[in-house]
Every structure is written in structure tokens, then in C-alpha cells.
Antibody
Framework: EVQLVQSGAEVKKPGESLKISCKGSGYSFIRYWIGWVRQMPGKGLEWMGIINPGDSDTRYSPSFQGQVTISADKSISTAYLQWSSLKASDTAMYYC???????????????WGQGTLVTVSS | DIQMTQSPSSLSASVGDRLTITCRASQSISSYLNWYQQKPGKAPKLLIYAASSLQSGVPSRFSGSGSGTDFTLTISSLQPEDFATYYCQQSYSTLYTFGQGTKLEIK
């Protein structure tokens, strides 16, 4: 079974750093792009960025470029989303999702991880 | 950036109804359009990819159509488990924008 399992909920203070994870299993991790999506409380889905774990090619939404870093460790089939200095406005649910094989002309996301709730509060 | 606009933003319907949700792109995106369903407290689930291809395991009452700028998601006969929020997403450009969502509630 193809599965993405995300790390647990986090409560942080403004200014702190954070790295959350997304571990893939049941498929060849290096073959498929992994994307990250933000959902703020009561709001819709926002696409943040995507990484090819095979070669670490990474693309960011302009809204998130410079605000977060997406990375992957193919040796442990895990993708990461990290912040160097959190803000209260980063409070949200964050989802990872598997996309298509590298080289595919289009992208769609399936399956999704269960989500990681990040709360930033002083 | 390509903007995706869904209509309506919310609607009420009854079990057994036929329902259509519309998604419009700000420029042509060919058939690079996906649909997702999200239930409260759950991760989104892929329903339709490439505008009209039904994802494996998704009931056949769901269907998608359209190309260019105008797309539709149709549910042929609403079931109780279909009451959720639906999102379209374009994958034409690298910025894979979502629509704002359509919340489907029970009448």
C-alpha cells in the first residue's frame, strides 16, 4: 500500500525553527515528486512547493519562496518542510502528497499524508 | 499566475440529487485540471485527474469534463458520504493553484 506518514503536531513560539517530515512507503520514493500544501484554519488549500527526491529538483510557489525550505533524504524515503523563524501566521495544517513520476507532463496528488498541525503562539 | 475560480462557493442539496460544480481558469490550461474531495478533519482525496479521468477506487457517480478554461465536476446521484468540500487544481503551470473550494451541505 502506498502511504505517506507525517510527523506529529507541533506547538512552537514565534521566532523558533521547525522541520516536519513526510515518510513514504510502498513505492519507489525517488521516482515520484512530493508536494506540500498549507491549509490555514477554516480556509482552503494552498500549494507551497514540490520536490523530486531523486535529484532534489525543487520548485516553490512565489508565496512561499524564501519563507520555507523543502528537502528530501532519499536514503530514508522522507521529505521535509522547514522554517527558520516561525510566525504566528504559519499556524496551519500542512499536508504532503505524492505526485506523478518524474518526467510525467502533468501533476496530480495522491495519496496525501494525514497532515501535521503546526501551532505558533507566544 | 493562473487563478482558479469555483462556483458556487457553497450549496445545499439532497441525497439523490444530480449536482454540478464549475471551475474556471484565468487562462487556458488544456486538460491539466484535477478535482479533490475533503471531509472535515481529513486530508484531501483525489477524485478526478486530467479533467476527466476517474481515480481508481472512486465511485462512478463522479465525473469530470472540460478543457481550456471551463471545467465541471458532476455527481450523478448524491450519497450521504458525498457531503464535503470540493477543490479544483490546475497543473498546467508549475504553480499548482487550487480553487477556493465548494462546500456541499445537506439540505
Amino acid at each position: 500500500e502506498v502511504q505517506l506518514v507525517q510527523s506529529g503536531a507541533e506547538v512552537k513560539k514565534p521566532g523558533e525553527s521547525l522541520k516536519i517530515s513526510c515518510k513514504g512507503s510502498g513505492y519507489s520514493f525517488i521516482r515520484y515528486w512530493i508536494g506540500w500544501v498549507r491549509q490555514m484554519p477554516g480556509k482552503g488549500l494552498e500549494w507551497m512547493g514540490i520536490i523530486n527526491p531523486g535529484d532534489s529538483d525543487t520548485r516553490y510557489s512565489p508565496s512561499f519562496q524564501g519563507q520555507v525550505t523543502i528537502s528530501a533524504d532519499k536514503s530514508i524515503s522522507t521529505a521535509y518542510l522547514q522554517w527558520s523563524s516561525l510566525k504566528a501566521s504559519d499556524t496551519a495544517m500542512y499536508y504532503c502528497a505524492r505526485s506523478v513520476p518524474a518526467g510525467h507532463p502533468s501533476h496530480w496528488f495522491d495519496p496525501w499524508g494525514q497532515g501535521t498541525l503546526v501551532t505558533v503562539s507566544s | 499566475d493562473i487563478q482558479m475560480t469555483q462556483s458556487p462557493s457553497s450549496l445545499s442539496a439532497s441525497v439523490g440529487d444530480r449536482l454540478t460544480i464549475t471551475c474556471r481558469a484565468s487562462q487556458s490550461i488544456s486538460s491539466y485540471l484535477n478535482w479533490y474531495q475533503q471531509k472535515p478533519g481529513k486530508a484531501p482525496k483525489l477524485l478526478i485527474y486530467a479533467a476527466s479521468s476517474l481515480q481508481s477506487g472512486v465511485p462512478s457517480r463522479f465525473s469530470g469534463s472540460g478543457s481550456g478554461t471551463d471545467f465541471t465536476l458532476t455527481i450523478s446521484s448524491l450519497q450521504p458520504e458525498d457531503f464535503a468540500t470540493y477543490y479544483c487544481q490546475q497543473s498546467y503551470s508549475t504553480l499548482y493553484t487550487f480553487g477556493q473550494g465548494t462546500k456541499l451541505e445537506i439540505k
